[in-house]
């Protein structure tokens, strides 16, 4: 059983920068791909970026330029680096790991981008 953990969400000002973390355990993290998901209060759960296996990145256009993902297959860790927040990037985000047919999600972090 894949266990994802999120971690990095926070209180962070217009302008300013976060990095979430999400930890992965119990599969082998290098075979999946990955993304964050993020949802905002009355919204549906939305795609911000996803990373392959060997690494092919691609992100939302709503956060091209400001967020970028990562990996690292050694630390079994996702990243997401989110640069220039604005105030609609608050939401919960959520780490999800997908492998063929099967998607194992995190319980979510919490940003809110407010001054």
């Known amino acids: 059983q894949v266990h994802l953990v999120e971690s990095g969400g926070g209180l962070v000002q217009p302008g300013g920068s976060l990095r979430l973390s999400c930890v992965v355990s119990?599969?082998?993290?290098?075979?999946?791909?990955m993304k964050w998901y993020r949802q905002a209060p009355g919204n549906q759960r939305e795609l911000v970026a996803a990373?392959?296996?060997?690494?092919?990145?691609s992100v939302a256009d709503s956060v091209k330029g400001r967020f970028t993902i990562s990996r690292d297959n050694v630390k079994n860790t996702l990243y997401l680096q989110m640069n220039s927040v604005k105030p609609e990037d608050t939401a919960v985000y959520y780490c999800?790991?997908?492998?063929?047919?099967?998607?194992?999600w995190g319980q979510g972090t919490q940003v809110t981008v407010s001054s």
């Open positions: 999800n790991a997908v492998l063929q047919d099967a998607s194992s």
């Open positions: 990373i392959s296996r060997l690494g092919s990145t």
């Open positions: 119990g599969g082998r993290f290098s075979v999946y791909t």
